[in-house]
């Protein structure tokens, strides 16, 4: 697959537009309110900045429950790792997973029931 770049014409006659002021799809599952969106954009910047600050030793690079993230999705196993090690409720979906919608929803409700339990 070939990322789309638009024209240099394109690029000259649309403004740039803050992520702030951009509206999510309405069409995507995840701008349920009682799913998210999560308007923040956790970067290796924003990380060391409020979830590294002040510790001595090195925290992984993705820590979402720092940021009160109850799941966090990754392709990758160390991640997956990381968040048994650390404390964290985290998802490994591979790129070619046609059921990767029902996995996560599926995940999410269990993590869910869990926390009701543990209320």
Known sequence: M????????NRIIHPRYSPFKLHPNPEDEFCDPSIGP???IINATRHLREAQAGRSSTL?????????????VDDEAI?????????YN??????????????????????????????
């Open 2 to 9: 070939v990322p789309v770049k638009a024209s240099l014409f």
């Open 60 to 72: 992984p690079q993705k820590l979402p429950s720092h940021y009160r993230i109850s799941l966090h």
């Open 79 to 87: 991640v997956v790792n990381l968040g048994r090690q650390y404390g």
């Open 38 to 40: 999560n308007y923040g």
């Open 90 to 119: 985290v998802i490994q979906i591979d790129a070619p997973d046609d059921g990767w919608k029902e996995k996560i929803i599926a995940k999410a409700e269990e993590i869910r029931h869990r926390e009701f339990d543990q209320q």
